[in-house]
């Protein structure tokens, strides 16, 4: 197994680090969370980075790449669901579209054809990502005593209700919407085939 793949692979663990830490419901719990959720979402980009750049692209990390990002954000999202910082439809839209963009790739690679990953979906991840981390950022700073300048800080920017935890949340959203709309609109032809 090359790098990129083994660092693909170790997504997959951090992502099962993230629901363990979750779980635990402890502010230590949430760090350890917090922590391999990060480093997972910085895993994301070098695996893919490294791939191209060492000529590393197979079809094993083609397939395991994005499906180790869409079980992270999945088990993060369901997570913020069942806590109230996420509403339930959005979870639950947000994994419809992952399931429709991994059905159409399957469809396209039986009639031998690519559908690549566009910039649509690259910043949905970011945002999907920034919501996350900011979530997470808030949840610790709830459990927390009292702050420092610095936690205070941390604990307004990432207030629920806050500008950059909405607007990442909302953005995310959208951004779901039109990419798998344009995913459809890109495979439709195979689908009408």
């Known amino acids: ?13 951090l992502t099962g680090v993230f629901v363990l830490g979750v779980s635990l419901g402890s ?10 959720f990060i480093l997972a979402a910085i895993s994301d980009w070098l695996d893919g980075y490294l791939a191209r750049r060492m000529n ?5 990390g083609k397939l395991m790449d994005p499906l180790a990002d869409k079980i992270l954000v999945s088990s993060a999202f369901i997570y913020f669901s069942s806590v109230d910082r996420c509403p339930v439809w959005v979870t639950s839209v947000i ?13 396209a690679i039986d009639q031998g054809e690519v559908i690549a990953a566009d910039r649509l979906g690259k910043w949905k991840t970011t ?21 420092s300048i610095s936690g205070r800080f941390l604990m307004d920017l990432s207030a629920q209700d806050g500008w950059l935890s909405l607007g990442s ?4 959203f959208v951004l779901t919407l039109l990419s798998g709309f344009n995913y459809l609109k890109k495979s439709w032809g195979l689908l009408i085939s």
């Open 127 to 147: 945002f999907q990502l920034t919501f996350s981390i900011t979530c997470m950022v808030s949840l610790i700073s709830c459990l927390s005593g009292p702050q």
């Open 1 to 13: 197994m090359n790098l990129p793949n083994s660092i693909t692979f170790a997504r997959l663990i």
């Open 169 to 172: 949340l909302w953005g995310a």
């Open 95 to 107: 994994i419809g579209r992952e399931f429709l963009v991994t059905g159409l790739r399957q469809i």
């Open 27 to 36: 502010r230590l719990g949430l760090v350890v969370a917090l922590l391999a």
């Open 56 to 60: 590393l692209v197979t079809s094993l």
